[in-house]
Nanobody, 120 residues
Framework: QVQLVESGGGLVQPGGSLRLSCAAS????????MGWYRQAPGKQRELVAT???????NYADSVKGRFTISRINAKNTVYLQMNSLKPEDTAVYYC??????????????WGQGTQVTVSS
């Protein structure tokens, strides 16, 4: 079984910065893509950014130039550096990862989410 645990959310003023972290643990053999998604009240969950094991990244247009996703493969950890935050970035942010466990079976899952609130 694989667990994903996020941290780093909180309350920040517009224009501020936050850094989210997500650590994957368990019987992990390999992780393919890792990513961040978010869900605002009354809205569907949406992609924020993803990163492959090779470092290729993909961003939602709404966060390009402001957010940066990175990962440390040896630590099974992914980060999201969020700068120039706007009120519309307010949401619960979820970590996602997929890969294989040591038995060879694939896994895919979500973290419990961390709240990010951008408000003055």
């Amino acid at each position: 079984q694989v667990q994903l645990v996020e941290s780093g959310g909180g309350l920040v003023q517009p224009g501020g910065s936050l850094r989210l972290s997500c650590a994957a643990s368990g019987s992990i053999f390999s992780i393919n893509a890792m990513g961040w998604y978010r869900q605002a009240p009354g809205k569907q969950r949406e992609l924020v950014a993803t990163i492959t094991s090779g470092g290729s990244t993909n961003y939602a247009d709404s966060v390009k130039g402001r957010f940066t996703i990175s990962r440390i493969n040896a630590k099974n950890t992914v980060y999201l550096q969020m700068n120039s935050l706007k009120p519309e970035d307010t949401a619960v942010y979820y970590c996602n990862a997929d890969g294989r466990v040591f038995s060879g079976s694939p896994f895919g899952g979500w973290g419990q989410g961390t709240q990010v609130t951008v408000s003055s």
